[in-house]
């Protein structure tokens, strides 16, 4: 497949909306031995001249490994105001209203003196409001930093200054200079920052700069293509609060949807075209049906798209069996959903000497159709029977099911006797767990055997579990178990989550959980808090975050670890 070298990343920025009132002063105003330090700054590329309120010089003060830069002659580098209410003990920086340009630069040039030795103040009393909100200042580790007073002059932390105004910050230690340079902001709020010569560190540095906290910006190197990170590319990431980016990606992706008119003007509910074919006329029961009718290349799926508050941007991709129809939820609830079927190309696809139309068909013209469903009750898709959970055709399991609560007379009876026999019958298969593990630490290592899109473990092999198949074997691992129940009880009526995360058993396996010891991808179940009478000590009960009843069929034997909720997080549910 090919790769480019320029890469845009959407990364949220955390924004600092934590007010630091004058209940601070709480905090005591502390004396501290600093270093006055005769380094040069530059903005834009251009040495600046900084100078206090009189028009004294003034030099930037390093306190530890955090240098702090005199506010005022910032806000006059930069265009701001800058004003201080005595009464609160307030710094104001305000964009300026009447247009203020930002001051010019002068010939700066780094003194020949070390640095000296001086005592200033450090005074978590005092508050700094940016365009009227209180800011939340820290350093590149997340630790909170606090304004700094020596010579009449407020000092604030270079790195905030950075975060809160949204300018980019670096330090050059063989010239000992301060760098800042402007981001460009559009009108909707969002800065682009671009990273030349792209490698994980820079870009590390970069998203710390946006207030992203350390699982965040891993997440995003994760995500990455190591192709654009070995020094040579350029990578623009963008920032700003989340709302604005979501909208803007929202509104980008809505303008590029490609529904086919025929559909809206006939207002059919179905649409087909020779690969594949959607019916959404069941969209107001919580799902709809999907059919692949040619395998174009090895995998193929559908993705189910839609959008939250502030334009949060959720979806769900499911693997696409050949020539049958499929039930696929929306897990939106009621929402416009946005539905394509397309076939994932791979590299190995394209060394099939694909025809021209087979490859147009690939990349450009994908089934979509954009739809708006209405349904009155959200939880009734933990009651259907779907492609994850396809019991409508598991007849041997559905009469399991029967059978073993055939003398329960309540819900909370039925999942207590499922539970127990799904505990009890289905061994573990610790061949296939073997097996799993060493596929996954192959993809951690980004093997080039191991091809994502048509390994066993993401083609569909794994994905679509036949519940008979589970029930006949009495064989699995923890997916395996949590599938079967689930599919057990929503025969009965009973609405229920598949939920996918991860559990902290405690092994460290080298290669495969190194970036989170002790915990183990896992798979369990979660049950309506509705239910009245389970004995939640009896089945070792935990809750979810959403305040569901979590059970683990896999792990029934040890209830100190299922009914402690900090064992587990979820990713997931189905």
């Not at 009495?474 to 395996?480: A, H, L, M, Q, R």
């Not at 002790?518 to 004995?535: R, T």
């Not at 070792?540 to 299922?562: C, F, Q, S, V």
Request: with cysteine; net charge negative.
């Amino acid at each position: 497949m090919k790769h480019t070298k320029r890469f845009t990343a959407l990364v949220l920025a955390l924004v600092m909306v934590f007010s630091l009132t004058t209940g601070a002063s709480a905090a005591a105003a502390e004396n501290v031995k600093v270093q006055l330090s005769p380094n040069i700054i530059t903005y834009n590329g251009e040495a600046q001249t900084m100078a206090d309120v009189n028009g004294n010089p003034v030099y930037p003060i390093l306190n530890g490994g955090t240098t702090y830069l005199p506010i005022r002659a910032v806000g006059n580098m930069l265009g701001l105001d800058v004003d201080w209410d005595g009464a609160t003990q307030t710094v104001l920086l305000n964009k300026s209203a009447d247009g203020k340009t930002p001051a010019k630069s002068g010939n700066a040039t780094a003194s020949d003196s070390a640095p000296t030795e001086i005592t200033a103040q450090i005074n978590p009393g005092i508050t700094v409001k940016y365009n009227g909100k209180a800011q939340n200042m820290a350093d590149v580790n997340g630790n909170p930093v606090y304004p700094m007073l020596y010579g009449g002059t407020t000092y604030l932390p270079v790195r905030a200054v950075s975060n809160m105004l949204g300018i980019d910050v670096d330090w050059d230690g063989a010239t000992q200079t301060v760098i800042l340079g402007a981001a460009h902001t559009d009108n909707d709020g969002i800065t682009e920052v671009t990273i030349d010569n792209a490698t994980p560190d820079k870009v590390r540095e970069a998203l710390k700069a946006t207030g992203a906290n350390e699982s965040e910006i891993e997440y995003i190197i994760m995500m990455l293509d190591p192709g654009t990170l070995d020094g040579t590319g350029s990578i623009t990431l963008q920032t700003g609060s989340s709302s604005a980016i979501n909208k803007k990606t929202a509104e980008e992706f809505i303008a590029s949807f490609k529904t086919s008119q025929d559909a809206a003007i006939l207002g059919e509910n179905h649409l087909a075209y020779d690969y594949a074919e959607i019916d959404w006329s069941t969209a107001d029961e919580g799902f709809i049906r999907v059919k692949l009718n040619k395998q174009m290349t090895k995998v193929s799926r559908c993705e189910v798209r839609w959008y939250g508050e502030n334009y949060n941007y959720q979806s769900n991709s499911f693997v696409l069996p050949l020539d049958k129809w499929v039930n696929i939820p929306l897990f939106g609830g009621s929402n416009e959903y946005f539905v394509s079927v397309a076939p994932i190309c791979s590299e190995d696809d394209l060394n099939e000497n694909k025809s021209d139309e087979e490859l147009d068909a690939i990349w450009r013209d994908q089934l979509q159709v954009r739809f708006t469903a209405k349904i009155p009750n959200p939880d009734v898709v933990w009651l259907l029977s779907t492609i994850d959970i396809d019991f409508e055709n598991a007849p041997l399991t559905c009469a399991k099911a029967l059978e073993i609560t055939k003398d329960c007379k309540t819900d909370a009876e039925k999942i207590t006797a499922v539970f127990n026999w799904v505990a009890s019958n289905i061994k573990y298969d610790y061949k296939l767990y073997d097996e799993i593990i060493a596929w996954g630490i192959k993809r951690h290592a980004k093997d080039s055997e191991i091809n994502p899109m048509i390994d066993l473990f993401q083609d569909g092999a794994r994905e679509h579990l036949a519940l008979d198949d589970i029930l006949t074997t009495k064989s699995g691992v923890c997916e395996d178990k949590a599938t079967l129940m689930v599919g057990m009880l929503r025969s009965l009526g009973i609405p229920c989550k598949y939920v996918s995360g991860n559990v902290y058993s405690g092994k460290i396996i080298k290669g495969y959980n190194d970036n989170n010891p002790g915990w183990m991808g896992h798979a369990w179940v979660a049950i309506s808090p509705d239910v009245e009478g389970l004995n939640l000590s009896a089945l070792g009960a935990g809750h979810e975050t959403d305040g569901w009843i979590r059970l683990d069929p896999t792990n029934a034997h040890n209830k100190t670890l299922t009914a402690n909720d900090k064992n587990y997080t979820a990713d997931s549910a189905y």
